[in-house]
């Protein structure tokens, strides 16, 4: 909205006689205050998010690019500082043609970068174990710790052609292009693909995580702040990829039991024949809910045999294990408690 009635101003000043040049310069001295004005609406989600996982990384991306310009500026001043000061108009400078050697010199040069580069490595290792997606979350913002006795909100992520299905098997619901969490809740997110390989993407909650068929990655993090934020692919699936965006909203306990219950009195079932045809490909999908969830559906979906004459992976792997007598290969039953896809 706001680049809209950017450039609608731009085609109105275009459209204007042109002005003195008092008139140029005065709109010249208050072009820099007005850029800052419109700069400052700007919203940085990635280092102003409201995740505290997201916050973490969003401080370690600002101190690494501290540490490299602790190299990066004092070369770009020097630089200039040289060219000035030896320049060939300047008869002052002193002119040493026979210099090749500085121990002093050659210290600073490689020290420094050394420096930086161990420090660079030490924060790299410590937060890619403290990040690791995998990992449940230690704490809930930098003033609270985690407390074992709050059981995390577990989401099933599945990307289709185009759009993204979110299954919530502990409340036995599922929505397509929109996702609800608690604030201050932990979230365990299971994320799979049904086709090509995607990227599960909320700025203001956590950094991307790749999905792909026939595998699981998992994601743990959570939302300190409510309100609606955007989530989308991060990585080119295909012609429908542009419109592969849904709405993540963090509200408080009593809105996500509402919210939840809104969608059980909404929508239909999401069972074998209600995914097939969900699965079929189509561009911006409108937000939509099922009231129930078929049991196992994730499961089936993780091992690609939803369709009645494919396989379940974990079938074929268990008869390729060597057993002689693995597990007939067939569907996955949709009743009953579903099975991991790595049992």
């Known amino acids: 909205m706001r680049s809209a009635r950017i450039m609608a101003c731009l085609r109105t000043e275009r459209s204007k006689p042109a002005r003195s040049p008092g008139a140029a310069r005065s709109l010249g001295r208050l072009g820099v205050p007005a850029a800052a004005a419109l700069l400052s609406g700007c919203n940085t989600v990635l280092l102003n998010p409201s995740g505290d996982v997201a916050a973490q990384q969003g401080h370690l991306i600002v101190v690494s690019t501290l540490l490299m310009l602790l190299i990066i500026v004092p070369v770009i001043i020097l630089t200039f500082v040289f060219a000035w000061r030896y320049r060939q108009s300047n008869t002052e400078a002193p002119y040493q043609p026979d210099w090749d050697h500085s121990i002093q010199l050659e210290l600073v040069i490689w020290a420094a970068p050394l420096l930086i580069i161990i420090a660079l490595g030490a924060l790299t290792w410590i937060s890619t174990h403290t990040l690791d997606p995998y990992r449940p979350i230690q704490r809930l913002d930098p003033d609270r710790p985690f407390t074992a006795n709050v059981k995390p909100l577990t989401i099933d992520v599945v990307a289709l052609d185009w759009k993204w ?6 409340q036995d619901i ?5 996702l609800a969490a608690p604030v201050d809740m932990p979230i365990e997110f299971r994320i799979t693909a049904e086709t090509v390989m ?6 203001a909650l956590a950094g991307q995580i790749y999905a792909m068929p026939g ?6 993090a959570v939302i300190n702040h409510a309100g609606d934020y955007q989530g989308f692919s991060a ?6 990829f542009s419109g592969m965006h849904f709405r993540f909203r963090g509200m408080s306990g009593a809105d996500f039991d509402r919210w939840v219950q809104a969608a059980r009195t909404g929508g239909g079932s999401l069972d074998r024949a209600a995914y097939l045809e969900l699965e079929k490909p189509s561009v911006r999908e409108p937000v939509h809910t099922y009231a129930t969830v078929a049991p196992g559906i994730y499961d089936a979906i993780v091992n690609r045999c939803l369709a009645l004459d494919h396989a379940c992976l974990r079938d074929m792997m268990s008869m390729d294990g060597g057993s ?7 569907p996955v039953a949709l009743a009953g408690a579903p099975r991991s ?3």
């Open 165 to 170: 299905l979110f299954i919530y098997p502990e």
């Open 174 to 178: 599922a929505t397509v292009n929109e």
């Open 198 to 203: 995607n990227s599960f993407f909320i700025p």
């Open 215 to 220: 595998m699981e990655t998992q994601l743990h």
């Open 235 to 240: 990585n080119y699936s295909g012609a429908g």
């Open 324 to 330: 002689g007598h693995g597990a007939a290969a067939g």
């Open 341 to 343: 896809a790595h049992d």
